[in-house]
């Protein structure tokens, strides 16, 4: 399953996608607004929002480019490794 976490904090990064690779997913990591967000992202079977440590603009573009897409979404209101392992176990 190939998962994208939009949010967080950069210091975590590897550690994302370091606990994504313990559950056998694909990760990829964006804790600052970019520009692309759709070329970036790919085609996710999982958007995982950190909407604690997001901005407001980079949430709503982002749903943007998912909407009509067959794309499970998350919304963790904390940007820990906890909450992360509480997501993936709910798709392991």
């Known amino acids: 399953m190939s998962v994208v976490i939009l949010g967080g904090n950069e210091c975590m990064e590897q550690k994302y996608k370091s606990l994504c690779r313990d559950y056998r997913h694909e990760a990829k990591v964006m804790v600052k607004p970019v ?11 999982l958007v ?3 909407t604690g440590a997001m901005s ?20 963790c209101p904390t940007s820990s490794v ?4 509480k997501v993936l176990e709910k798709y392991a």
Do not use: C, T, W
């Not at 906890?82 to 392992?85: D, E, H, I, P, Q």
């Open 48 to 50: 995982i929002f950190f």
């Open 35 to 45: 520009g692309g967000v759709k070329r970036k992202m790919g085609n996710p079977d």
């Open 82 to 85: 906890s909450a992360l392992k």
């Open 56 to 75: 407001h603009k980079m949430l709503q573009g982002a749903l943007g480019e998912i909407k009509g897409q067959n794309v499970m979404v998350e919304y």
